[in-house]
Nanobody
C-alpha cells in the first residue's frame, strides 16, 4: 500500500508562485510519479510526471515553462513549483504513483492522494 498526501495549495493572485508537495509512505519510494489537476465540471488532466531517479520529466503544454516538477527521494517527496499562475490553473491538484507507460492518462496511475486546492484570482 502507498499513501500519498499533498499540501501547499491555497488562494493566490494571478502572477504569483506556489509550491505543492506530495509525501509518500507505505512503500519504498522508487517509482515514477505524476501530478494531475481537476477543475469543477472538468475531467482530471495530466500536469507533469517525473521518473523514479529524477529523469523522465514531461509536462502538459499548458504548464510547460511555468511549472517545474522535482523530487527528493531522501524525503519521499515530490514537488510542483508553479510560477506565473493564471486563473485557468485553478483546480484541485493530485499526486499519483505511475505504473503504466502512458504518463498522460489517469489509467496509468494506481495510487492517488486526496488533493490540494489551488485557486488563482485575477
Amino acid at each position: 500500500q502507498v499513501q500519498l498526501v499533498e499540501s501547499g495549495g491555497r488562494l493566490v493572485q494571478a502572477g504569483d508562485s506556489l509550491r505543492l508537495s506530495c509525501v509518500a509512505s507505505g512503500s519504498t519510494f522508487n517509482y515514477n510519479m505524476g501530478w494531475f489537476r481537476q477543475a469543477p465540471a472538468k475531467e482530471r488532466e495530466f500536469v507533469a510526471t517525473i521518473g523514479w531517479n529524477g529523469g523522465g520529466i514531461w509536462y502538459a503544454d499548458s504548464v510547460r515553462g511555468r511549472f517545474t516538477i522535482s523530487r527528493d527521494n531522501a524525503k519521499n517527496t515530490i514537488y510542483l513549483e508553479m510560477d506565473d499562475l493564471k486563473p485557468e490553473d485553478t483546480a484541485r491538484y493530485y499526486c499519483a504513483r505511475r505504473y503504466g507507460n502512458d504518463y498522460r492518462v489517469v489509467a496509468s496511475y494506481d495510487y492517488w492522494g486526496q488533493g490540494t486546492q489551488v485557486t488563482v484570482s485575477s
